[in-house]
């Protein structure tokens, strides 16, 4: 039977890792957008706000998350263990998909769309491309902090107990 008890500490992680990781994916997008915009004489208006913000919420999150960083009270047990194994499950599933459709999505405005391919529309689809790639990192992350939960759990309280005894 799994621990629920690994399993809430690999929630906690995956929130700590949620509350920076997502908006850093904009961050970037925001970047990237910026940068060929600028090679393409474009406008980079958009990609710096998408930057700015991005990196303010992403700097917010580790901030607000900090304390759950370095926290030595356990933590809670998972209550619902058959969904985080559902999620497990269905996580490779669900980036295939987000890839996919994302090639689709960027082959279509390619092929059908006026001037798809030219390169004004790169600033564009450089966002399309990152955002979803980068949500695809996160959720394969999330996947692999659930499927480790016994080692990590194994790990933390190994510390832990070694920062109490010294």
């Known amino acids: 039977?799994?621990?629920?008890?690994?399993?809430?500490?690999?929630?906690?992680?995956?929130?700590?890792?949620?509350?920076?990781?997502?908006?850093?994916?904009?961050?970037?997008?925001?970047?990237?957008?910026?940068?060929?915009?600028?090679?393409?004489?474009?406008?980079?208006?958009?990609?710096?706000?998408?930057?700015?913000?991005?990196a303010v919420l992403a700097s917010t999150g580790w901030a607000l998350t900090a304390w759950l960083r370095f926290t030595r009270r356990p933590?809670?047990?998972?209550?619902?263990?058959?969904?985080?194994?559902?999620?497990?499950?269905?996580?490779?599933?669900?980036?295939?998909?987000?890839?996919?459709?994302?090639?689709?999505?960027?082959v279509a405005l390619i092929l059908f769309t006026p001037n798809g391919a030219s390169p004004e529309n790169l600033p564009v689809l450089g966002l399309l491309i990152t955002v979803p790639l980068g949500s695809a990192a996160g959720l394969l992350h999330t996947r692999r902090l659930m499927c480790n939960n016994a080692g990590l759990y194994a790990r933390w309280l190994e510390r832990r107990s070694l920062t109490e005894h010294s």
């Open 75 to 106: 933590p809670r047990p998972a209550s619902n263990l058959l969904r985080v194994e559902r999620g497990i499950r269905g996580t490779p599933v669900m980036v295939w998909t987000i890839l996919v459709a994302t090639t689709a999505a960027v």
């Open 1 to 54: 039977m799994p621990d629920a008890t690994a399993y809430g500490y690999a929630q906690r992680r995956s929130w700590i890792f949620f509350a920076w990781w997502y908006p850093a994916v904009l961050a970037s997008a925001g970047l990237l957008h910026a940068v060929l915009a600028l090679a393409l004489g474009q406008s980079a208006e958009t990609g710096i706000g998408m930057a700015v913000l991005g």
